[in-house]
């Protein structure tokens, strides 16, 4: 719970004005290219009324631009203007800050203890959404 709650404090003193919901999307539309409220939806397991709402966010904000889909297809995606990398780059940054004074302690095994843990949780998540997804 500290971490996530120090994650949200620490997002407040950002000059990005990206909420937590613009930040995740815009980081997953940076890595994934352009994505469409489907793909979204199935990438974070959000749903579509909540994601609809949040691009039309994005969209006003400058920081998203809906495209026509690249490989030909109908549905029209997401994609991060040049704004929007500056902002997620700006937050992005803060939180590099953040983490460095919070770790300036730590030793290099530590911190890498912490990488390889964190890899593996995030990679444990991911396989148990599979999981849910496919049982229906």
Known sequence: ML????????????????????????????VEGPMSIGQLSDSLGLDVSTLNRQTAAMLRAGVAERIPDPDGGIARKFRVTEAGIARLDAERAQSIHHLD????????????ALATGLARFNASIENYRHRVRSRG
Not at 103 to 111: F, K, T, V, Y
């Open 101 to 112: 004074a919070i770790l300036a302690d730590w030793s290099e095994q530590d911190i890498t």
């Open 3 to 30: 971490f996530g709650r120090y994650s949200l404090i620490s997002r407040k003193n950002v000059d990005s004005g990206l909420d937590r919901s613009a930040y995740l999307l815009l980081s997953v539309l940076r």
